[in-house]
């Protein structure tokens, strides 16, 4: 899944990295944005062996968009916005 | 001075909000996102925020309008944004909250909850892979992230949300791969009488679908979804087993197919309505809307003395009505604490709401459920995505009738198979589940009940220390 | 051969026992006396299973039990591992170990204390220090100081287990009867009549007990009032994460226990909910899940972080010193009884059905049930008014 951006891209750069790999987006971004904008998904693994998951509702109610930020713990990339520096790890 | 708790910011809690300012009172205010607004009416974060037109169209009105709102209210009542409301105890009146990590309690005399809806799934196979969002998930991208959910992107499902975000995906500059309803075209014709009571609303819909003719978008009606295909070799790397194409059959029978990196489905609207569950309020199956509903009268009074509802939470009415409902139920509120209201004023609330029911009455009618196709889902489909259940082992669950052990109601399939236990609660799965066991026991749907709601609301971190008493 | 069970208003369903209530201990009952060649009627008013029996926490434990129930409980360990033999499903039983924990000297002295006890009815633990402990279970908390572990405990899913049962049951020719509330019990000439809410009458010379918390009401219908009262777990699990957590965890004092399953879901519990049992509605407490979150985490400080996805309760009885009622009426010929299991239930279940089988059957059984009697609470002897 790659996100693509249509609107509003004259916005401020920063950089995250996941995995210890860099990932560019833009402030305003949410996590999920910035990762799956970047080609960098999926955001996790189904536990049961059925595939990844990379979100489904973008609105906070499915829980299928978990990642770990270092220092915030596990959160859901579509309501967590993306900050300069964060380290993010998968699942 | 009575203290009232308002669940939500969307367009149902802003009115109700600003109702209670009114007569003076200074209500606790709670919401998930940071900015309020709801979904409809989503506000993106800062950087992003481009003029109320071009975010949305014919709602650019009352968008700007229900903002405006938002951000007087929230200067004036005790505004906690990014919190949580995880439960609610109704008898000690208390709401436990979560913000940022945070345990919280409010206490309160009242409470309304104005707790909005999400997209009604069906799911398809090939449902979970990354790049397949709901309808509203793949407006969320648009409006609040100015991205599309893919290059090339196939909208499924029904109801006026599919037209709606085809039409601004596309008039954002996204390649719309098709859009395909699984409503015939009669269906909706039919229906189109009842319709016209909302004219504005009515032509929109035209419009849309007008609109994306005109553009050659493909089009399709009368569709039965079978599979959304991909990658299977990247699965696990890169796109991780990402879309490729989207396969139906159309109306005569003949099965098609269509390119795509990105799929948006959804079936109408469900009301997230696990707090009031939580609250004790009692559910019942509105047959019209296909829906569990949580009990209420008109102005939004539950049978739980000191708790109300209003919007979608309550019942799928759309925006328009959230706002009234919302204003509704804060006016039945302070009537009932003895604070005075102005009779004028909820007789004219109550005229517009019962206008708005035709219309949604209409609106039902146009996009009914297509039970059966969620009942069809074929038994190696994935049915619970977070428990990575399939069809088939909910239907072996609801095997050899009637015998104890073997599951006739929703719950004891829960029991038994783990469908809707995972972190979601069911929310997403939930409507399926409910037609697949009930086509496989013979039952009516409403028959075999609905989830129970089990707090928390929402997952909720086991705090590092323990938390201070 | 089953009991006619077709009941037209007035036609009463015959049988040789009535077995009231559908949870684990009501529907090993049954089976095993359905092996006997009982006709057997179980009346169930909601599903089996449904209350104490099946939102319990799972725990497959003989370890720490009362000395009294320790009889009891090494006959159902038997029987539990056989359990897939006899239903066709293990329901999960996996025999994970249980990993007892002191938080103090004190406690300690308790876990050397109960060894003594364990010996002397054949159930195998080992203490395990401190040092020893932190190896081998390196996840622990430092707030741990010393663990008893029983090899032979474990746990299994308490969804499962009761209508396991019941199935086999069936098979074995009893009748369950789901949904069936009884409202009216009487004995007259020739045995017991109980008549439904749905009108429906139920006749048998033997009448089983095994209502839960509901118990109590019955036995106060046949003149045996018990000090009863509603117990409801506070139950919690969380999201699955990486299976790390093999034993079966408790502490002593009790004020939280938790496992882990293959998945990787925690489940874990302490402290007790809130109940209304007429309208059989059970919820935990928020205030007490954060409590039992706090406990398990200085258990497990990896659980920090961890998500809470779901949280339950159910219904049980608990008796003034926490351990059953088991065996005959005092005042009623062909009643028994065993309810008030004060948590106790769900390791108990399967090997008191058979207990309860041979009872009814054979008017005896090797095992003690003396400190279970129903008149124990009224020392001056007779019932109160």
């Known amino acids: 899944m790659r996100l693509h951006r249509l609107r509003d891209t004259a916005r401020p750069p920063i950089a995250l990295t996941l995995e210890g790999k860099p990932v560019e987006a833009l402030r305003g971004d949410t996590l999920l944005t910035a990762l799956l904008a970047a080609g960098a998904g999926p955001l996790r693994q189904s536990e049961f062996g059925d595939g990844a998951r990379s979100g489904f509702c973008l609105m906070g109610a499915c829980q299928d968009c978990w990642v770990a930020v270092e220092g915030l713990g596990r959160v859901r990339a579509c309501a967590t916005l993306a900050e300069d520096g964060m380290a993010v790890r998968r699942g | ?469 | ?385």
């Open chain 2, 1 to 469: 001075m009575m203290r009232v708790a308002v669940v939500g910011a969307g367009p149902a809690g802003v009115r109700a909000v600003e109702v209670l300012l009114e007569a003076g009172l200074r209500p606790v205010w709670i919401d998930e996102a940071a900015e309020g607004g709801g979904r409809i009416y989503q506000r993106p974060p800062a950087p992003l925020r481009r003029d109320a037109k071009a975010l949305y169209g014919f709602e650019a009105g009352r968008a700007t309008a229900l903002h405006a709102a938002l951000e007087a209210a929230t200067a004036r009542a005790e505004w906690r944004p990014q919190t949580l409301a995880w439960h609610i105890r109704p008898a000690a009146r208390r709401l436990f909250t979560l913000h940022r990590g945070h345990q919280g309690v409010v206490e309160y005399d009242a409470a309304l909850l104005c707790t909005g809806a999400m997209d009604r799934v069906i799911p398809v196979p090939g449902w979970t892979r990354p790049g397949v969002t709901t309808l509203g998930g793949a407006q969320i991208a648009l409006k609040a992230q100015g991205c599309g959910i893919g290059r090339r992107v196939a909208f499924l499902g029904s109801g006026p949300l599919l037209w709606l975000v085809a039409y601004q995906y596309a008039r954002a500059g996204a390649e719309v791969a098709a859009v395909l309803d699984t409503t015939p075209f009669l269906t909706k014709l039919k229906a189109a009488p009842g319709l016209l009571r909302n004219g504005p609303v009515f032509a929109k819909g035209l419009y849309y679908t007008a609109w994306l003719r005109a553009r050659g978008v493909r089009i399709a009606e009368g569709i039965t979804p079978l599979a959304i295909e991909g990658d299977d070799r990247s699965n696990g790397g890169g796109d991780g087993g990402g879309v490729t194409a989207l396969r139906w059959r159309d109306a005569a029978g003949r099965e098609d197919s269509v390119a795509c990196d990105a799929v948006g489905l959804g079936w109408g609207l469900k009301p997230e309505a696990q707090l009031a569950d939580l609250a004790g309020i009692p559910f019942d199956f509105d047959a019209r809307q296909h829906n569990w509903v949580p009990r209420r009268d008109a102005a939004g009074r539950t049978p739980v003395p000191g708790h109300y509802l209003a919007g979608d939470g309550a019942g799928i009415g759309g925006a328009e009505v959230a706002e009234l409902a919302g204003a509704r139920a804060a006016l039945a509120l302070l009537a009932d604490a003895g604070l005075p209201v102005e009779a004028a004023r909820v007789a004219a609330l109550d005229r517009a709401l019962a206008a708005q029911a035709r219309f949604r009455a209409a609106l039902e009618r146009a996009f009914p459920f297509p039970a059966a196709l969620a009942a069809a889902l074929p038994d190696a489909a994935l049915l619970c995505r977070c428990e990575g259940l399939t069809a088939g082992e909910l239907r072996a669950a609801a095997r050899a009738e009637h015998a104890p052990g073997i599951a006739p109601e929703m719950n004891r399939a829960k029991a038994f198979t783990r469908v809707g236990m995972g972190r979601c609660q069911g929310r997403v799965c939930g409507a399926a589940a409910a037609e697949i066991l009930a086509a496989e026991l013979g039952q009516p749907v409403e028959a075999i009940g609905r989830l129970r709601g089990q707090p928390p609301v929402k997952p909720m971190p086991i705090p590092a220390v323990e938390p201070v008493a």
């Open chain 3, 1 to 385: 051969m089953t009991a006619q069970g077709v009941t037209a208003r007035g036609v009463a369903a015959r049988a040789d026992i009535l077995v009231l209530g559908g949870g684990g201990v009501g529907c090993s009952a049954a089976l095993h006396l359905a092996q006997r060649g009982r006709r057997v009627l179980l009346l169930e008013r909601g599903l089996v299973g449904g209350q104490a029996s099946g939102v319990n926490y799972g725990g497959v434990r003989q370890q720490g039990r009362n000395p009294a129930e320790l009889p009891i409980a090494r006959r159902s360990r038997e029987v539990w591992g056989r359990l897939g033999a006899l239903t066709g499903t293990d329901a999960e039983f996996s025999v994970t170990g249980h990993l007892k924990l002191a938080r103090s000297a004190a406690e300690e002295a308790e876990l050397v204390a109960y060894r003594e006890v364990a010996e002397a009815h054949g159930l195998p633990l080992r203490l395990i220090g401190r040092n020893a402990l932190h190896r081998d279970y390196p996840w622990l908390g430092p707030a741990v100081v010393a663990g008893s572990l029983a090899p032979e405990d474990g746990s299994a899913n308490p969804r499962l287990m009761a209508p396991a049962l019941a199935r086999a049951a069936r098979a074995a020719g009893a009748e369950i009867r789901e949904h069936c509330a009884i409202t009216d019990f009487a004995r007259e000439e020739g045995g017991f009549v109980l008549r439904s809410a749905a009108g429906e009458e139920f006749r048998a010379p033997l009448l089983l007990n095994v209502a839960g918390f509901w118990g109590g009401a019955v036995a106060e219908a046949f003149g045996e009032a018990v000090p009863i009262t509603p117990l409801s777990p506070n139950m919690v699990v969380t999201e699955p994460v990486r299976y790390f957590i093999e034993p079966n965890l408790g502490v002593v004092g009790g004020n939280v226990y938790l496992r882990q399953i293959p998945r990787g879901n925690v489940i874990l519990g302490g402290g007790v909910g809130e109940s209304e049992p007429e309208r059989r509605w059970a919820r935990p407490l928020p205030e007490v899940t954060m409590q039992a979150l706090a406990h398990a985490v200085r258990l497990v400080p990896a659980l920090a972080g961890v998500q809470v996805i779901r949280s339950w309760s159910g219904i049980d009885g608990q008796m003034p010193d926490r351990i059953p009622v088991i065996g005959p009426s005092r005042t009623t010929p062909g009643l028994f009884h065993a309810f008030g299991f004060s948590g106790h239930g769900f390791q108990l279940g399967p090997g008191l059905g058979a207990i309860l089988a041979e009872l009814m059957t054979e008017g005896r059984t090797d095992v003690p049930l003396d400190a279970f009697r129903i008149d124990r609470f009224h020392p001056a002897g007779g019932p109160p008014h």
